[in-house]
């Protein structure tokens, strides 16, 4: 793994370079691999709604979604757009290969995922460490 990288574990923060809010990724049942004894994440686990939640407003202008939602943003301020709900193209990339987690490529705290929305999915933590 280049430098620095670590595994992904269920509860990682991610964002979208396009969305107001980070969001946890999500395992439901767990692929029984583990990292510091939590669940570990593989390149499949990139389902929206069942492993990856909206990341709240949505500022692509490729998004077609014309329903507004309102949320709070981070500062306390109310925002408003259009709700950012991924549209995945494919299985996450920059995975380790040679690190299988039920059969499929480890992810990584360098792992992408691209939205057809122009979002770019990444990690700003590992899940290691968090409760």
Request: net charge negative; charged share 20%.
């Amino acid at each position: 793994m280049p430098d620095g990288s670590r595994y992904i574990v269920r509860g990682a923060k991610m964002h979208c370079n396009h969305g107001s809010h980070p969001r946890q990724i999500n395992l439901p049942v767990s692929h029984g691999s583990f990292v510091n004894d939590k669940p570990a994440m593989n390149e499949a686990d990139s389902k929206a709604i069942q492993n990856i939640a909206y990341f709240g407003i949505c500022n692509s202008g490729t998004n077609p979604n014309s329903e507004n939602i309102y949320l709070v943003a981070e500062n306390g301020a109310t925002i408003s757009g259009k709700r950012c709900c991924p549209n995945i193209l494919a299985n996450w990339t920059k995975t380790k290969e040679d690190t299988k987690v039920e059969g499929q490529s480890a992810l990584t705290s360098e792992s992408q995922l691209i939205c057809a929305f122009e979002g770019l999915i990444t990690f700003i933590s590992d899940g290691q460490h968090e409760e």
